[in-house]
């Protein structure tokens, strides 16, 4: 059997410690397609990649910013030694008031950054911007124990976010915003109680439809004149 040590030693390499563990006492792993050797030879993994590059090309030449939060590595102890696998997290926005999160898991970094991506960009959604840089108002979110507060700010401040909650926001396509998270420091629970905070969103011109009034008498009620109020209301775009 082989020495604990030298498994370890190889922790960084997933696929040497398999192979190390799958060739003590028990023989390559053969299947319909053979060892693993064989199938990547045959390329298999080849095919996957060519289908993820085919989504892509569907997506009509949309740009998308895809930002990596976070990787957790985890091991399972078998008889022989451990299994090692990846779990990552990222963050998917298209810069102009779209983004999602997904997270993937694998026996490998790269395919579970694929499975991630994939999995956030089936769950974008939508949040309107105010002047196209910043929230409309301010919100809450909260998920198990995290507890963050978004608010808008002026031209100028920049994005006053720390960890996985200022990749939301620059893939969201915010320029300005000041934000505060509080209760724990999970990126998994930040990225949620986040975009909780952001689908309570909700513009002025949204909240006229539904009430059905116009945006103008809306801003009116802000104290503003009524060429103000009018001007305002013709420059929201959500």
Same mark, same amino acid.
């Given at each position: ?7 370890q030693a190889q922790a960084g390499n ?100 694929? +499975? @991630?991506? !994939?999995?956030?960009?089936? $769950?974008? &959604?939508?949040?309107? =911007?105010?002047? /196209? ?71 002025? +011109? @949204?909240? !006229?439809?539904?009430?059905? $009034?116009? &945006?103008?008498?809306? =801003?009116?009620? /802000? ?16």
């Open positions: 059997m082989a020495d604990e040590n030298d498994i997933p696929a040497a410690v398999e192979a190390e563990t799958q060739g003590e006492g028990r023989g390559p792993r053969r299947g319909r397609g053979g060892n693993r050797g064989e199938r990547g030879d045959r390329g298999g993994r080849g095919r996957r990649d060519d289908r993820r590059g085919g989504n892509r090309d569907e997506e009509q030449g949309e740009e998308l910013v895809e930002k990596l939060v976070h990787i957790n590595r985890v091991s399972k102890t078998v008889k022989g030694g451990k299994r090692f696998g990846f779990a990552a997290l990222v963050v998917v926005g298209d810069g102009k008031g779209r983004v999602g999160f997904g997270h993937g898991k694998a026996r490998e970094v790269p395919e579970a950054i694929s +499975k @991630a991506t !994939a999995s956030a960009k089936k $769950k974008m &959604v939508r949040v309107p =911007l105010k002047e /196209g840089r910043t929230l409309h108002h301010d919100g809450r979110g909260c998920f198990g124990a995290g507890n963050v507060t978004v608010r808008s700010a002026p031209a100028g401040t920049g994005i006053i976010a720390g960890g996985p909650m200022r990749a939301v926001f620059e893939s969201l396509g915010v320029a300005d915003v000041v934000t505060k998270s509080v209760g724990t420091s999970n990126p998994y629970n930040m990225i949620r109680a986040t975009f909780e905070a952001l689908t309570d969103q909700s513009s002025p +011109k @949204a909240v !006229a439809q539904r009430r059905g $009034k116009k &945006v103008a008498d809306l =801003l009116r009620r /802000g104290g503003a004149s009524a060429e103000v109020a009018q001007a305002d209301a013709e420059a929201i775009a959500e």
